[in-house]
């Protein structure tokens, strides 16, 4: 049984009202360099004056609340917290300086220091498959220490989160690289052997932007001024813990909560904290502590995550998602068209989802019909859909691999880095994108099936 759509006033053209309100708040969030209260406003105004134009109030209501239903959702948002804890508890124990004293006497500041924490991402983000659980690791350790030995801030965040797209995009266990070779029918094997020649391009090409533009190595402060505690080393083993768990295909929650309950008792024991510095009780109505304080931090990025999907289950129960698949279907005449509405709609449906994989989900069917159909092989629809899509998806600033990776800058040092700034500097979906444009419009490995 077909289930009903959710009608809006306006007739076809109402559906669009709460995605229009979304977009016009995004670009003043945009070019005002919002944080990412700026990206909040927009989705929760997107929901909540999108409201009395719905039809039927209560599907409106409850197509909202389905939307939060969705599983990415809650692991991303509960991972949000639990990773502030882990990076609060680390940044907090004097780990950031000695690990910066380290660095500028070892004389890799600059430019070095970026591009070798960019190859320490892509190698996490390879093992893990996932791009948000390696930013919550490696940005509280490696971003501060190289704000500290002179990386420059936005460039050092756009090395990180371009390390994490990297396996995220490549790696065999990540999410979009299942989603785009089980709906194309392809084996997992041919994918990522055919999706190199795009990914690692891309990825040293990055590594030599990084190193150029990372900066001169002049550093924030010189040796003598930072304070080194010999101490404070141990707390290394709190990401140690957490990346382990991850490589052991353990939950990510399951793998932040092990990386806490190591901060604590590392904490503790050596003398760091007290158990008051955690947990503060003073009384008064009020509550204080380390991890309190990470909790309420995260706030803005939480809160924008619920908009984020409520809206998705507003647009998904009244059909856009479905429209945005008709028109991909009446705008496709041959082959070159067909290659570029393959990237250009799953990284389309990233923009107003927020989840590659979700767009290639949506699609994934329409898209292997129309490959077929105009002989594009099966290996290039699964590698232009994810090549393609995730670096469109990438490059929105709303999307957590912009809001997520400017929240936990801001939260691990005393810089001011926005969602725009991060993706301005994400090199790697950059060049990624530029490249898939030009195998496109060249034709290069389009006439011959990629092997």
Not at 187 to 208: N, P, W
Not at 234 to 242: E, G, I, K, Q
Not at 333 to 348: C, Y
Not at 405 to 433: D, F, Q
Request: net charge neutral.
């Amino acid at each position: 049984m077909e289930q009903k759509k959710l009608a809006f006033r306006f007739g076809e053209a109402g559906k669009y009202i709460p995605v229009l309100i979304a977009i016009i708040f995004i670009v003043i969030a945009g070019t005002h360099q919002s944080n990412v209260n700026g990206y909040c406003l927009a989705f929760f105004a997107a929901v909540i004056f999108g409201a009395p134009f719905a039809k039927d109030f209560t599907a409106y209501g409850e197509a909202a609340v389905k939307g939060l239903g969705r599983s990415i959702f809650a692991i991303i948002s509960v991972a949000v917290i639990i990773a502030a804890i882990n990076g609060k508890l680390v940044s907090s124990s004097g780990l950031i300086q000695s690990l910066a004293y380290l660095v500028v006497n070892s004389g890799m500041s600059g430019g070095v220091f970026a591009a070798m924490s960019f190859l320490i991402c892509c190698v996490l983000s390879m093992a893990t498959g996932t791009s948000v659980g390696t930013n919550v690791v490696c940005f509280p350790i490696l971003f501060p220490v190289g704000v500290l030995v002179g990386v420059e801030p936005t460039v050092m965040a756009g090395a990180l989160v371009s390390g994490a797209l990297f396996g995220d995009n490549l790696a065999p266990i990540s999410d979009t690289t299942i989603a785009s070779a089980n709906t194309q029918g392809a084996d997992m094997g041919g994918v990522v052997r055919t999706r190199m020649k795009y990914s690692v391009t891309a990825a040293v090409l990055t590594f030599i932007a990084v190193l150029i533009f990372g900066g001169s190595g002049q550093t924030a402060a010189s040796a003598a001024e930072l304070t080194f505690n010999a101490k404070s080393l141990v707390m290394v083993l709190v990401p140690v813990v957490v990346i382990t768990l991850c490589l052991l295909r353990q939950h990510l929650i399951v793998a932040l909560s092990a990386g806490v309950i190591t901060g604590i008792l590392l904490g503790v024991v050596t003398g760091l904290y007290t158990f008051g510095d955690i947990f503060a009780f003073p009384g008064g109505w009020k509550v204080g502590g380390i991890f309190i304080d990470a909790i309420t931090g995260t706030v803005g990025t939480v809160f924008m995550l619920y908009g984020v999907f409520m809206l998705l289950g507003i647009m998904e129960a009244s059909g856009v998602l479905e429209d945005i698949a008709k028109v991909l279907q009446a705008v496709v005449r041959g082959k070159r068209s067909a290659e570029t509405m393959t990237a250009l709609s799953v990284g389309l449906l990233g923009w107003v989802t927020g989840v590659t994989a979700v767009g290639m989900v949506a699609v994934g069917d329409v898209i292997k019909e129309l490959g077929e159909k105009f002989g594009v092989d099966k290996y290039r629809r699964a590698n232009l859909m994810d090549c393609g899509g995730l670096a469109m998806t990438a490059l929105a600033p709303w999307t957590v691999h912009a809001v997520l990776p400017a929240s936990l800058a801001n939260g691990a040092a005393e810089v001011a880095i926005t969602p725009l700034g991060v993706v301005t500097h994400n090199y790697y979906c950059i060049i990624l994108l530029i490249i898939i444009a030009v195998t496109i419009i060249t034709r290069i490995g389009a006439e011959n099936k990629e092997k």
